[in-house]
């Protein structure tokens, strides 16, 4: 027998040189997720992207930028989810933050 347990999922489109309070966001957002009780968060750091003014930034040597692509996302009940999304919406107003409907099929609290 599977058990699906329907969650939700948080997912912060960010760049490595963006910042909260003087340090780097992706590393504030996170601790708030965790000091929020977030069941899991998880960072990947992308090779190559582009956002709303349509400039990539990307690793590729012949083309070295900086401010390369970080993903946030998280995993939890929705209600918990939209519980955090106020004062992360306070932190990076500009970025985009997206809620999607999950379904978890295994994991440790499933």
Do not use: C
Request: proline letters at 3%; aromatic letters at 4%; glycine letters at 8%.
């Amino acid at each position: 027998m599977v058990i699906i347990v329907r969650s939700v999922t948080l997912t912060i489109y960010l760049s490595e040189n963006d910042t909260y309070n003087g340090r780097a966001a992706y590393e504030a957002v996170v601790e708030y997720l965790r000091d929020s009780g977030i069941a899991g968060a998880t960072v990947l750091h992308g090779i190559e992207g582009y956002g709303v003014h349509s400039k990539i930034h990307t690793a590729n040597i012949l083309r070295l930028g900086s401010d390369l692509p970080i993903v946030i996302m998280a995993v939890d009940t929705e209600e918990k989810i939209k519980s955090v999304t106020p004062i992360l919406r306070e932190m990076i107003p500009k970025e985009l933050i997206t809620i999607q409907a999950v379904d978890i099929l295994s994991g440790e609290n499933v």
